[in-house]
């Protein structure tokens, strides 16, 4: 088995802040996720990786930036905070050709 | 673009009852793929069923749903509810046109009670 270990795994920041979310998976799986979780709205894609150097846009990427710096890493930037923000980032892992997720616990944001 | 509705945000069951989460779709694909989620308090979600057979029922862990492509529905059920099942439930949706990307609904919150 496996793991995805999300850091850190509450963060709090100020308005206009850059905030850095990070992700490490030891499954080997090609693809890496970051997911957006807020209640009613469901999961919405805001980044994914296929496999190392690779960036692909999700649905909510505006406002975001991600860096698959290798393999087993993918980070997630938050360029800018709202205020008032508050929300779970998932991270998830897949190995290639297979849709199954393996999601990571979150890291929770609260933005001052 | 592809999309999964998830009407009830919360349902609320007795203990030793059935329930039915509901999960419609849309997509403009005909090869495509269902999964459902399960989200327990503090923990991450993982994959609790999948399907792409039409009309073929699919269990696990005493759910089951059935991926209806003539109604757009991949509804789950259970017949018999335990405290345990009370958990975040999602919806999913890959179509061919991206094998990677999955979309998901809303998201139904299952509270069991005594």
Known sequence: ?112 | GDSVTQTEGLVTVTEGLPVMLNCTYQTAYSDVAFFWYVQYLNEAPKLLLRSSTDNKRTEHQGFHATLHKSSSSFHLQKSSVQLSDSALYYCALRASSSFSKLVFGQGTSLSVVP
């Not at chain 1, 991600?66 to 709202?82: P, Y």
Request: glycine residues 10%.
């Open chain 1, 1 to 112: 088995g496996g793991i995805i270990t999300q850091t850190p795994k509450f963060l709090i920041g100020q308005e206009g802040q850059k905030l850095t979310l990070k992700c490490q998976q030891n499954f080997n799986h090609d693809t890496m996720y970051w997911y957006r979780q807020d209640s009613g709205k469901g999961l919405r894609l805001i980044y994914y990786s296929i496999t190392e150097n690779d960036l692909q846009k999700g649905d909510l990427s505006e406002g975001y930036d991600a860096s698959r710096e290798k393999k087993s890493s993918f980070s997630l930037t938050v360029t800018s905070a709202q205020k008032n923000e508050m929300a779970v980032f998932l991270c998830a892992s897949s190995p290639k050709g297979n849709e199954r997720l393996f999601f990571g616990h979150g890291t929770k944001l609260s933005v001052l």
